[in-house]
């Protein structure tokens, strides 16, 4: 099977990024860009971005998970620590986030290292999710091999008829992770495929510096 895919072309031509326009600390562009984009209706589920990881099999293996909260220090999102995901980020705590919100001609790569949230925020957020997405982080053994989406199915009622009446809890082997980034670009699509692309990497006295790439 061949598919030759020469011959797409897009111009990107929508917006700039100037590093004069940038503020010193990139959480506040960030949230600049993150809060245009979600206003925007060229854009879908702004909080979707990739997770990438280097797996126990020495593979790196990217995925997309839901962005839960930003704050000053970092990027929050929830899994199954005993998932696939879940190990190789305890194993490896080194991940690379990225946004792509191609309606604006936007990306966002964030390189950082993860840690695992306190068991009382964990908690919070948890209550917080629909008692379906409660049962489900019950049933599910995230990322084992299953004979069947029947078995799926009866787990999942297994595990109804188990909290029947009962307050469902957070499961002790899932939870949030925060990545604290250690470096942010900002790409910006241009014209000829001379894109905008402005770094922050942070330094040891926990400023940022500011360096624009070649694209």
């Given at each position: 099977?061949?598919?030759?895919?020469?011959?797409?072309?897009k111009s990107y031509e929508k917006k700039e990024l100037l590093k004069?326009?940038?503020?010193?600390?990139?959480?506040e562009l960030f949230r600049n860009w993150f809060l245009t984009?979600?206003?925007s209706e060229v854009v879908e589920e702004t909080?979707?971005?990739?997770?990438?990881?280097?797996g126990l099999d020495g593979f790196p293996k990217n995925r997309i998970v839901l962005l839960k909260k930003y704050t000053w220090e970092g990027f929050i999102f929830y899994t199954n620590y005993?998932?696939?995901k879940g190990k190789a980020i305890l194993n490896n705590n080194k991940v690379c986030l990225s946004f792509f919100w191609p309606g604006l001609e936007q990306q966002?790569?964030?390189?950082?290292?993860?840690?695992k949230l306190a068991e009382n925020l964990s908690d919070g957020y948890f209550e917080s999710r629909p008692d379906g997405s409660k049962?489900?982080?019950?049933?599910?053994?995230?990322?084992?091999?299953?004979?069947?989406?029947?078995?799926?199915?009866?787990?999942?009622?297994k595990t109804t008829n188990q909290f029947k009446d009962k307050e469902i809890t957070r499961?002790?082997?899932?939870?949030?992770?925060?990545?604290?980034?250690?470096?942010?670009?900002?790409w910006q699509g241009r014209p000829n495929r001379m894109h905008d692309r402005i770094r922050y990497t942070l330094e040891k006295d926990f400023s940022w510096k500011l360096a624009r790439l070649a694209p």
């Open positions: 099977m061949s598919h030759d895919l020469s011959d797409y072309r004069k326009n940038c503020p010193e600390n990139p959480m984009a979600d206003a909080n979707a971005m990739n997770v990438s990881a280097i005993h998932s696939e966002i790569i964030i390189k950082g290292k993860a840690e049962l489900g982080a019950w049933a599910s053994n995230q990322s084992e091999v299953v004979a069947s989406r029947e078995m799926l199915d009866e787990q999942l009622q499961p002790p082997h899932w939870g949030g992770f925060m990545v604290k980034p250690t470096s942010i670009e900002f």
